[in-house]
């Protein structure tokens, strides 16, 4: 990945805009905010995968190795942040809610990138963004993976075919288990029991899918659901929003963006 452009001492910014994207596994010295515009990004590093649709962002602990894809054009912002002196920041990858202030923080911080003159403005927007950065998780949006060689082998292989239905005696039976050890297996190494890591897998894909264009009945057949009434009904249990609605833009309200405005501008002056 191209190196970020330093916007001020502890953050540089690096912006991304509708082409596919992917890089080699890396790392930065910084931790990293990456927010999704537009689009669908994956992140994967050793211990799981997690996906940031739009108006969501991926939180990296500084020297976090990972890889970045999306499987359609995306446009992303990501903000590299000189960590050193900031106390209680996750040490671990998590996605979290981009309020409206804080993606309105982030946009006006990658529209100063190239303009030096404006660094005073620039710390003042870092310094409200690092208040109004909040590290609640949002809803469940990684996968994680198995250490255990011969479980990691099965998982890739399952999360290659979705709309397979294979049953816990079967993975067992695959394994050379017992059902009971390959249960206790799966959730020591997953911390999910094996019904929940598989539909949480068939989520992400569909929001890679549905990212792409997919009508609901594709992606519904292609990851492993019946009818789109029954994929319609699980995404909206685990994201709150249908299919439909989940990857419409939530606009700022006008007392959110006049906040914004005035708080910009009493910063500026």
């Known amino acids: ?58 939180w990296l602990p500084p020297n976090l190795e990972h890889a970045t894809a999306s499987h359609t054009n995306v446009q992303f912002r990501s903000l590299l942040i000189d960590t050193h002196g900031i106390p209680a920041l996750p040490n671990e990858c998590m996605v979290v809610e981009v309020t409206p ?21 620039a710390e003042a927007v870092v310094r409200l963004l690092l208040l109004e950065l909040t590290f609640l998780p949002a809803q469940p949006l990684n996968l994680p993976l198995p250490k255990h060689a011969a479980l990691a082998e099965f998982c890739d292989r399952i999360r290659n075919d979705l709309g397979s239905d294979i049953s816990i005696e079967q993975a067992a039976h695959e394994l050379h288990m017992s059902r009971a050890t390959f249960m206790r297996l ?39 659901y019946e009818s789109p009434s029954a994929f319609s009904a699980m995404f909206k249990r685990s994201l709150g929003r249908s299919p439909r609605d989940y990857f419409q833009p939530a606009e700022p309200s006008d007392t959110a963006r006049n906040a914004s405005e005035e708080r910009g501008l009493s910063l500026a002056g």
């Open 186 to 224: 799966f959730q020591r190494e997953t911390g999910l029991s094996f019904g929940r890591w598989r539909q949480q897998a068939r989520m992400l894909r569909a929001l890679m899918l549905l990212a792409e264009g997919k009508t609901i009945l594709d992606v519904a057949l292609e990851c492993g």
């Open 101 to 121: 202030l804080l993606r309105e923080l982030i946009l006006r911080l990658a529209s100063l990138v190239g303009m030096p003159e404006r660094r005073e403005i």
């Open 1 to 58: 990945m191209r190196s970020g452009i330093r916007i001020t001492e502890g953050v540089a910014v690096i912006a991304h805009d509708q082409h596919r994207f992917s890089s080699p596994r890396h790392s930065h010295r910084e931790a990293q905010l990456l927010y999704a515009v537009n689009g669908v990004v994956s992140l994967t590093t050793d211990s799981g995968t997690w996906v940031v649709p739009p108006s969501r962002a991926v």
